[in-house]
């Protein structure tokens, strides 16, 4: 079974950056929409942003778009998320998810229930 595995998440202070990566645990992985979520304590699981195609197409929340980006190493079979300028209320618990989309238009979902693939999820703690 496909694992994919965060990392970087950690404490920053507000104003800070962080960027999280989320590497595919098979080189053969192919899905072609990516997606970050997360979920602070007590809150549902809020999606924050989706890339299809490799960058073709991205979809940002709009309480990160500005700050965050998310772009992909096709290569790597890594999908990085680049967070500036964080704010306490980004502390969460980040997710990313994969799913298949046959177009840049279906990539986009908020629905966590849309995707197939899960990380384990990195945390993300920003003191003010």
């Known amino acids: 079974q496909v694992q994919l595995v965060e990392s970087g998440g950690g404490s920053v202070q507000a104003g800070g950056s962080l960027r999280l990566s989320c590497a595919a645990s098979?080189?053969?992985?192919?899905?072609?929409?990516m997606g970050w979520f997360r979920q602070a304590p007590g809150k549902e699981r809020e999606w924050v942003a989706n890339i299809y195609n490799s960058g073709e197409t991205t979809y940002y929340a709009d309480s990160v778009k500005g700050r965050f980006t998310i772009s992909q190493d096709n290569a790597k079979k890594t999908v990085y998320l680049q967070m500036n300028s964080l704010k306490p209320e980004d502390t969460a618990m980040y997710y990313c998810?994969?799913?298949?989309?046959?177009?840049?238009?279906?990539?986009?979902?908020?629905?966590?229930?849309?995707?197939?693939?899960w990380g384990q999820g990195t945390q993300v703690t920003v003191s003010s």
């Open positions: 998810a994969g799913r298949s989309a046959a177009r840049a238009y279906f990539c986009y979902s908020t629905n966590q229930y849309d995707y197939n693939d």
């Open positions: 098979e080189y053969t992985y192919s899905r072609n929409c």
